[in-house]
């Protein structure tokens, strides 16, 4: 009840009584809540608009990610008895019944939240979020595709919805498709069981904008690639704007077609880094303001010291101080917070990635012996694991170098600096050795 009640802050009083009276909770189980609502109208319309929006409110109660409402129907129709149709009830008809059908069938694909008004800049993102502005302010004539990559967690979705939103507040009329890779890739294979290429096609070339989020999805998928690469070109040649996210380089994605790579290369591709520690104070300190609370800055400095490589954690770690002072009625402080966030710190803690481990991994690779890996043979078969070992020491721990080259046979931090550089222009240069240490680094992460 606590979901609903937040939500009905966002809602004016006359839909608020008018769609949630008569609703009640049934059911929260782990992330998922159901309520239950008089006729399957509610069901329609509470899904098509508020679904988002309790979603939220239920992410942030629960300190969740990925929570999820269910609505279900209790009453008579639930027990079979239909009506009619959608009018004679409980005042709702008329007019705006059809309206609300229409809203309910085509729900917005954006988060509200996810604008650039509540985008905070930083060193990290300054640049992607000046091109995605630019791109929504005229959108197929700036940068064209605009590529944006970044790590898990720092905004890339929201600045792809954010030029949804801007470019559909400045034209309501123009036609801005938003999809994740996932969803494309799936309505691309019911549309080949359907047999039906036309509607796909139409579907996807109909559109002055199309914003297409965590692409790298398309790695492996040969056939999904072909048909993204003929939708790319149509919209391409009208000079309709495409913008696109990963999680890395286009060039780094395995089997990616180079014909796909060199077209996201025609227009602009960016980066996004993880913010620094002015940033990630400035972002909780939005976050607090927008969700109208007071915070002491010293809690929120402690926090964003804490929590440094995701924004999405970064909130949830304040949503959990703040859930839990309301729950055990105490004040938010920084002992608080070291409280409530202690499993977390463990948790990084005892995630610290040991140098025998990454030795370990890298003769595994490689098929050679530790002792030849920290011994003093420089030929070629041990050189290289060496120093690719040596460079992910560096990425992966927070060992410095003259300690580096010690658990390496006792070599000097100039032998670890010169394996390091050697080793991070290799990865820019050559995309064998990205997908190989790539692989390693999964390899290493997954057995800690
Ligand atoms: P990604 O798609 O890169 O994994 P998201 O766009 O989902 O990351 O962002 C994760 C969370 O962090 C979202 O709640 C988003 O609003 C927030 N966020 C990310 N970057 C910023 C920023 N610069 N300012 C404010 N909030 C941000
Ligand atoms: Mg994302």
Redesign the pocket.
Known sequence: MEVLDRVSEHIDAPSWRVWFEGTRPVDLREDRLEISVPNSFAKEYIEGRFKGLLEEALDSALGAEDSSLIVSIEGPEARGVRRENGRNNDGNGGMDGAEVVRNARTPRPF?A??TFD?????A??RFA?AAAMAVAETPGVVYNPLFIY????????????AVGQYVEEQDPTSGIRYVTCENFTNDFINSVRDNAPLDFQRRYRENDVLLI??IQFLEGKIETQEAFFHTFNALYEENKQIVI?S?RHPKYIPTLEDRLVSRFEWGLVTD?QP?DLE?RI??LR??AMMDKLEVDDEVLTFIASKVST???E??GALVRILAYSSLYGRQVSVPLAEEVLKDILLDAAYREIPVELIQHEVCRYFGVAKADLVGQSRSKPFAYPRQVAMYLCRELTDESLPKIGRAFGGRDHSTVMHATSKIANLINSDRDVFNQIHEITYQIKSKR
Not at 118 to 122: D, K, M, S
Not at 150 to 161: P, S, Y
């Open positions: 988060k939240k996810y509540t985008f905070v800049i930083g990290g993102n979020h970044g790590g898990v967690g720092l905004g890339k979705t929201h600045l792809l919805h989020d965590d996210t999680d996004i913010p940033t400035a972002i939005k976050k995701n924004i999405r970064l909130e």
